[in-house]
């Protein structure tokens, strides 16, 4: 077997938006080609790396297009390193499957035609796949990975590597986003080349209910819970452009559209709660469940209510999903508790802060006693403050709509010196639903 050699020829450090990596290139005994190593955090001798061997793709890369997943493969892959902090990504020059640009646009054209991928390398002359991963073995030597957890849907690259000498410990899975641009593409990957991906019914026709960057975060839930045992926490909200999460005078009002309506339900369905406070529910007597897509996946609706004011005609007793849990205090009525329970309630009582708030820790706790991993926080204003205050959230997923609103802010106003304990966001991405703008990221709090 003919292994090439490489060598490193240089190392720079390359900011994201993802997080921060060094981008390594190589040149290698076999061609003229220059490979890269995108590495994030410290790899040298350890085991179960993150790693994704990815090859070039101009068209998918560079310009976005829908005919292929390729990009949203090389996007979900630095994501995912970056929210480890720890792994490898692999941009291997061999173009279009090793067929090089050129081949591959003449490809195109046939596929426009009504042939398959395969069907259009082999009429131009090329195999299904020429790509070679020994170059990427060697890459990896180098690194001084001792074994890895690789990204990908294709199991002749995890044969190809392992043949190599490389470990892989385990496969971790890139569901693409399904269009009608890429579905055929997508089905002779699973039907001629054993790619293993889930493309929904209808013979793939359907769209994947959650995307990748909702699974990693599933991923992400379970990873926390079974380190912390207790779940961990998404602070989520919609807001206007000056702010604004509800009308003046706290009055409820739509601020998100249609569409990112439509990726807040779904991200609800990967939660197993999702948490309001009382305020909440007496303003805008919130359902707190899944109305919006295939998949209705409901959470469990947690209330926080310290003096149990929550309404025994509330719609989160009688719409679709678990019984609510209503977290009050330890001083709440007894009879109210009882009345409550008796309509399908599960009332906790929880120790208070001492400005009369349920106390955080002892929330959390509960909730990861009762097994939820992953809970969705949604506000009111108290309810977020608290949250980021006491340093309780994980993630935080704002959707910004166009608009002004000059209503009530999602943060309680702050004293000057309060305001230096709240977070920034670090591995910042934002997404278009529609009109509105989705900024996701990860939270950080000062260290002074």
């Given at each position: 077997m003919d292994i090439p050699s490489v060598r490193?020829?240089?190392?720079?450090?390359?900011?994201?938006?993802?997080?921060?990596?060094?981008?390594?290139?190589?040149?290698?005994?076999?061609?003229?080609k220059e490979h890269l190593a995108l590495v994030c955090g410290e790899v040298e001798g350890e085991d179960d790396v993150l790693v994704r061997v990815h090859s070039e793709?101009?068209?998918?890369?560079?310009?976005?297009?829908?005919?292929?997943?390729?990009?949203?493969?090389?996007?979900?892959?630095?994501?995912?390193?970056?929210?480890?902090?720890?792994?490898?990504?692999l941009y291997l020059r061999q173009e279009g499957r090793g067929i090089g640009l050129l081949s591959k646009l003449k490809a195109y054209n046939l596929q426009d035609e009504g042939y398959d991928t395969v069907e259009a390398n082999r009429i131009l002359g090329h195999g299904a796949d020429e790509r070679d991963y020994a170059i990427a073995a060697t890459i990896l030597e180098d690194l001084g990975v001792s074994s890895v957890r690789l990204l990908t849907n294709n199991p002749q690259k995890i044969e190809s590597l392992e043949a190599h000498g490389i470990q892989i410990t385990e496969r971790e899975p890139l569901e693409p986003?399904?269009?009608?641009?890429?579905?055929?593409?997508?089905?002779?990957?699973?039907?001629?080349?054993?790619?293993?991906?889930?493309?929904?019914?209808?013979?793939?026709?359907?769209?994947?209910?959650?995307?990748?960057?909702?699974?990693?975060?599933?991923?992400?839930m379970s990873r926390h819970y079974d380190h912390h045992e207790t779940p961990f926490v998404t602070l989520t909200y919609a807001q206007s452009l000056d702010g604004s999460i509800a009308a003046p005078s706290g009055r409820p009002m739509a601020i998100s559209g249609e569409a990112s309506l439509r990726f807040t339900h779904t991200l609800r369905a990967v939660h197993d709660g999702i948490l309001v406070g009382i305020g909440t529910v007496l303003s805008d007597d919130p359902r707190l469940n899944v109305r919006r897509g295939e998949e209705e996946s409901h959470p469990v609706p947690i209330v926080l209510d310290s003096s149990l004011r929550f309404p025994s005609d509330a719609r989160l007793l009688t719409c679709d999903g678990p019984d609510p849990l209503i977290l009050t205090g330890p001083e709440a009525n007894e009879r109210r508790c009882s009345a409550l329970e008796a309509e399908g309630a599960d009332v906790v009582e929880l120790p208070c802060t001492p400005d009369r708030g349920i106390c955080l820790d002892a929330l959390l706790h509960t909730l990861g006693d009762r097994g939820l991993e992953g809970v969705m926080v949604e506000g009111g204003q108290?309810?977020?403050?608290?949250?980021?205050?006491?340093?309780?959230?994980?993630?935080?997923?704002?959707?910004?709509?166009?608009?002004?609103?000059?209503?009530?802010?999602?943060?309680?106003?702050?004293?000057?010196?309060?305001?230096?304990?709240?977070?920034?966001?670090?591995n910042l991405q934002q997404r278009w639903y529609g009109e509105d703008l989705v900024l996701e990221g990860d939270p950080v709090w000062p260290t002074d």
């Open positions: 490193r020829l240089a190392s720079a450090r390359i900011p994201t938006v993802d997080g921060e990596f060094a981008l390594s290139l190589y040149e290698n005994s076999r061609d003229d793709c101009f068209t998918g890369d560079v310009l976005g297009s829908l005919r292929c997943d390729c990009g949203e493969q090389l996007n979900t892959s630095m994501r995912r390193v970056a929210e480890e902090g720890r792994g490898i990504i986003h399904v269009n009608r641009h890429n579905v055929d593409y997508l089905r002779t990957k699973v039907d001629r080349m054993r790619h293993i991906l889930d493309l929904g019914r209808q013979n793939g026709h359907h769209s994947n209910a959650h995307d990748s960057s909702l699974q990693a975060l599933r991923q992400r108290q309810v977020l403050t608290a949250f980021l205050r006491e340093q309780q959230a994980h993630r935080v997923i704002v959707t910004i709509s166009p608009m002004f609103v000059g209503g009530t802010s999602a943060v309680e106003e702050l004293a000057l010196d309060d305001a230096h304990d709240f977070p920034r966001l670090t």
